[in-house]
């Protein structure tokens, strides 16, 4: 949460040790640095786009998970790893995929009739088909996965779901510049933060040199977590 008065962030989360929440820790300091890098905005400035609300929480993650598989003692270590990000990467990709597409669905639907409980669980079924595919057995499908996601449910708010996906593929992105060249990045990193309110997605991507109105960045970052998945399959 952001205190704008005091320029300071508060953070209440669990903790129990794993991996997992480590990670989740590193997510919501993400988004207490982009607050850091706010400092000193008015208000209007600091109001960032749902499309970039994730680039810095995710944007940390992605550095644990790197750090944390350098540091890895054996094979063991590193699989269980991989295991923990691709866990997320499939739940944002794929399942935000699906959540997208429902609710796609449902405003479409929704303009000519009314919709009952269970045209809702037939189009969740449906969307999880088309973006799990055979990934995911019949048996444990979701179809009531809408009852219970507070995202549906922020009028405000509409697709709140696909932010995620965009920050992850996004984040991943920016990390693979870091990687390229570290010693300029980080100049250009707190800038673009300071910069979401002020700026569109596009207009600020290109600061790095890469164009996300085009399909090559993102099959560019789908390509790099398609690299984690032939590691983990290796191991």
């Given at each position: 949460m952001d205190v704008p008065g005091v320029e300071e962030s508060r953070i209440l989360c669990n903790f129990d040790g794993s991996l997992d929440q480590v990670s989740t820790i590193a997510h919501e300091l993400g988004?207490?640095?982009h607050n850091e890098c706010l400092r000193g905005k008015t208000m209007l400035q600091r109001t960032t786009p749902m499309t970039l609300a994730e680039t810095a929480s995710i944007m940390n993650e992605t550095i644990i998970t790197n750090a944390a598989l350098s540091e890895a003692a054996n094979?063991?270590?590193?699989?269980?790893i991989l295991e923990t990000?691709?866990?997320g990467s499939s739940q944002v990709i794929v399942d935000i995929s699906s959540r997208y597409l429902f609710e796609k669905e449902v405003f479409e639907r929704r303009a000519t009739s009314e919709l009952s409980a269970d045209d809702f669980c037939e189009i969740m079924l449906k969307c999880q088909k088309e973006t799990y595919g055979d990934g995911?057995?019949?048996e444990f499908m979701h179809k009531y996965m809408w009852t219970w996601k507070i995202h549906y449910y922020i009028p405000s708010l509409s697709f709140y779901n696909y932010?995620?996906?965009f920050g992850l593929l996004f984040g991943t992105g920016l990390y693979d510049v870091y990687k390229e060249r570290p010693q300029e990045f980080v100049k250009d990193y707190e800038a673009m933060l300071a910069g979401t309110g002020e700026a569109t997605p596009a207009e600020l991507a290109l600061g790095f040199g890469f164009d996300i109105r085009k399909p090559d960045f993102?099959?560019?970052?789908?390509?790099i977590i398609e690299e984690e998945i032939q590691r983990y399959i290796e191991l």
């Open positions: 988004h207490a640095f094979d063991e270590e590193e699989l269980a990000s691709l866990i995911l057995s019949q932010p995620y996906a993102w099959r560019r970052s789908i390509g």
